[in-house]
Structures are given as structure tokens and as C-alpha cells.
């Protein structure tokens, strides 16, 4: 696969030449949750380095990045595998979720521009859409509930229901699987590397939304489209649905 820009003739035409996507219209679309559909990751990473620091755990407090993604089993073996096994990971993990429950009661759930209006396009135009989070399942509810977007998914996975999640792809073959469909006839909305690995391993058409770390090479391999937000993706889906 080799990335493009929605919205142009050239994205269409070198689409279309290399065959990366299917000539049946695609009317499924799996989404991400943080960073995609909420600007957590962001939140997260702030609570992550002030933690870490206030707790004198340097190391781990700038490894936040590269747990994006991550469910907390590979966080937790990550994390360890760097900072040592007598590493409080439950203890850390705790005071950052309690950290962010505490901003997001303060301040609110931070919702990504485009996401109520590409959802509504896709309910509307008759699209099946689910989410596969790295984030426990439980969490995703609550989050889901908090914005009043629940009944837009007919399937949620969350992180706590494989073993591994992202970049490894069983999240995303579990939400198919749970859709009855082929992954090959879905797209997959994500912002992070891990999760737009996941999503091309798993056969998925995967659309990148960058969030907090840049498209690199690979990244423009692996995705079928790189959009600069929730908008762009919804006219990329749009154009494609025609």
C-alpha cells in the first residue's frame, strides 16, 4: 500500500492502479478511540510525565509514547523490560488514571473536531461502525456514554479482550469477527503507528488520522490514505462510497 491525500484526483488514480482497495464499496468502518475520537492521548501523556516525574520515575515518565496503543499487558511487559521488574507499574498506571479522571471531570471529555459529523454520515449511509480500543473496555464505555456516542457502535472491543493488542492485529480481527465481515472490506480510523500496524496486519484498509507522532515512511506504506483530520477522512469515505 502507498499513502495519498483525500480529496484529490491523484489519490483516486494511484489508488486505483496499485489496487489497494477492493472495487466493492466498503461499508464498514472500525475507529480508535483515543486520539482518534478523543484528544486523550494528549491528556495521557501529560498525566504520564507528571506522574513519573513527581514520583522520581524519570525513565518511565517519558515513555509514554511509546506505550500509544500498547494494551496494558504489553504496557506493563514494555515498562518492565526497560525500568526493571520491581517497577510499581499498578501503582503508576493508578495514579495516572486517577490523574486523568480528575482532568476530565474538571474539564471535560476533549471530543476531536469531525467526530459527530463522520459519524453521522456513516449511520445515515447505512455503514456498519465499530471501535477497537487498546483502552479497557470498561473506560471506553464510560467515555462513549460521557459524549453521547454510544449508539452510534454496533460493536465495541476493548483492550482487556485479547491478550495482545496493537501493533499485534487480534483487536481488529475480534471486531470483524464480531461484525461477521471480511477485514479486507473494512476501514480502520487510526492515529497511532502501533494501531495503523495492527489494522494493515489485520487486512483492513487502514485510513491514518495523525495525532501526537507524525507519518513516516511506513506509515505511508501501510495506510491507504493519510488525512489531516476527522473531516478530511469523512470526505475520503465520501468520494470512495460514490
Known sequence: MSACIAGTDECTAICDV???????????VVFDMDGVLFDTER???KGWREVGHAGGYGKAAE??????????????ALILSEC??????????????????????????????????????????????????????ESVMRHLERAGLTDYFETVIGGDMVKHSKPRPD?????????????????AIEDSPN????AYSAGMQAIMVPDLIAPTEEMRQLSCVICKDL?????????KNQ
Open 195 to 198: 494501531g495503523i500496524r495492527a
Open 63 to 76: 515513555m509514554g509514547e511509546m506505550c500509544i496503543g500498547l494494551n496494558a499487558n504489553d504496557t506493563r
Open 18 to 28: 496499485l489496487g489497494m482497495e477492493s472495487s466493492v464499496k466498503i461499508q464498514t
Open 43 to 45: 491528556l495521557c501523556m
Open 84 to 137: 526493571g521488574e520491581d517497577f510499581p507499574f499498578d501503582a503508576y498506571m493508578s495514579e495516572i488514571s486517577a490523574w486523568m479522571r480528575d482532568s476530565i471531570d474538571r474539564g471535560g471529555l476533549p471530543v476531536k473536531d469531525g467526530v459527530r459529523e463522520i459519524l453521522q454520515y456513516l449511520k445515515e449511509n447505512g455503514f456498519r461502525i465499530a471501535l477497537a480500543s487498546s483502552s479497557r473496555r
Open 231 to 239: 473531516f478530511e477522512a469523512k470526505q475520503y469515505i465520501e468520494e
Open 171 to 187: 483487536i481488529y480481527r475480534m471486531a470483524c469477527g464480531e461484525l461477521g465481515i471480511n477485514p479486507a472490506e473494512a476501514y
